[in-house]
């Protein structure tokens, strides 16, 4: 790096080439069927690891490029693809990690992860147009229904809980604010 490179170019640089280092390591350890998290600021993307430094995800329609998770976890769309891409392309941008930490509540509800071949087939036969809902079909529902027969969204249920509790407080807002009205 040169003594004339502004600083925050050098920060910028060192940060991607830590991410590219970290990512590396973790596409190095990553097994069949293994979840995969791309954490974000505001919702993480979710894929399964196929094999050959590959994922397959739900995502929009896009090309995947550097920093367009918001066509990922896009509340305004309801249309995306289950595509198959290069582990490195997804991860660009964001610290990545094998995250199965879903299999020990899978397991007590009777339900373990699938054998990889299972998972690779199954990928493969949903590759193409699909449906997409935030709260109900996203890339999370997506990628352990592959790993588990069965669809979970943590980060969705947390948000769903959150638009409930504050949907109700603006109900019952609202019905003690003309409550107090009224007795004026």
């Not at 973790?26 to 097994?31: G, H, Y």
């Not at 290069?86 to 941008?93: M, N, P, Q, R």
């Not at 007590?108 to 997409?132: C, F, H, N, Q, W």
């Not at 990628?143 to 969204?153: F, H």
């Amino acid at each position: 790096m040169s003594a004339s490179m502004p600083a925050d170019e050098m920060v910028r640089l060192y940060q991607e080439e830590s991410q590219k280092r970290h990512n590396k390591t973790v596409l190095e350890e990553l097994e069949v069927g293994d979840m995969i998290e791309f954490p974000s600021d505001l919702f993480s993307h979710w894929g399964v690891y196929i094999g050959d430094e590959q994922i397959v995800h739900l995502t929009g329609d896009q090309p995947i490029t550097s920093g367009s998770f918001s066509s990922v976890s896009g509340i305004d769309c309801d249309q995306a693809w289950v595509r198959i891409d290069k582990f490195l392309d997804v991860a660009k941008g964001r610290f990545a990690k094998k995250n199965n930490d879903k299999d020990s509540n899978q397991r007590a509800a009777g339900r373990y992860p699938r054998p990889s071949d299972d998972i690779v087939r199954t990928a493969l036969a949903m590759k193409g147009e699909a449906d997409y809902n935030v709260f109900f079909n996203n890339c999370e529902h997506f990628a352990s229904y592959l790993r588990y027969g069965e669809k979970c969204s943590e980060q969705a249920d947390t948000a769903l809980t959150a638009v409930v509790v504050g949907g109700a407080a603006v109900i019952v807002g609202s019905l003690l604010g003309s409550l107090f009205n009224r007795k004026k």
